[in-house]
T-cell receptor, first 115, second 114 residues
């Protein structure tokens, strides 16, 4: 079974530029998550989708971050414009359903450096 | 305010000995706890979990203990192997509407020396 795929693996941009990340979850997983992991911290949830609907985006900085999962499968996360403090690893995860206690499977992440 | 705390940033143990990684939480409503292992340049990998209705769960060399009264859980690895060297994250499942939302600790870097 293929795991969670993410691209690109690395991205370097200058502040105020835009960037987009892509995620393809494990086949059949209805729930998709985007996390931000700053160096030295644990992952922090940005947004959670159930199929193509948003379940939780309370921690997403909506003035600059956006995410979509139009067909309920793959997803994109966009930052526009980027700030220095957005430098982090962006992790995508998926799970079968969202019931609580459902194991989340993570992709390798996209490492973003904003200069 | 951190709801999940891993107070030891690093831990070093000898191969073959026991590794004990600790995690404390503040939210008594958390009902599910997980441990993830992370190698450099990879995403976190699920290791083991425990529901709040249990106090112990074992899977091979890995055992997780939960002490609800102390709001404390620990991961025991025995015997430790050099391949266990990684960063270990404790996570708790947030109750309420976003039941899939995991709250992570900052991680503990385990080094197992041959």
């Amino acid at each position: 079974e293929a795991g969670v795929a993410q691209s690109p693996r690395y991205k370097i941009i200058e502040k105020r530029q835009s960037v987009a990340f892509w995620c393809n979850p494990i086949s059949g997983h209805a729930t998709l998550y985007w996390y931000q992991q700053i160096l030295g911290q644990g992952p922090k949830l940005l947004i959670q989708f159930q199929n193509n609907g948003v379940v939780d985006d309370s921690q997403l900085p909506k003035d600059r971050f956006s995410a979509e999962r139009l067909k309920g499968v793959d997803s994109t996360l966009k930052i526009q414009p980027a700030k220095l403090e957005d430098s982090a690893v962006y992790l995508c995860a998926s799970s079968l359903v969202v019931l609580g206690g459902e194991t989340q499977y993570f992709g390798p992440g996209t490492r973003l450096l904003v200069l | 305010d951190q709801q999940v705390k891993q107070n030891s940033p690093s831990l070093s143990v000898q191969e073959g000995r026991i590794s004990i990684l600790n995690c404390d939480y503040t939210n008594s409503m958390f009902d599910y706890f997980l441990w993830y292992k992370k190698y450099p340049a990879e995403g976190p990998t699920f290791l083991i979990s425990i529901s709040s209705i249990k106090d112990k769960n074992e899977d091979g060399r890995f055992t997780v203990f939960l002490n609800k009264s102390a709001k404390h859980l620990s991961l025991h690895i025995v015997p430790s192997q050099p391949g266990d060297s990684a960063v270990y994250f404790c996570a708790a499942s947030e109750p309420g509407g976003s039941q899939g939302n995991l709250i992570f600790g900052k991680g503990t870097k385990l080094s197992v020396k041959p």
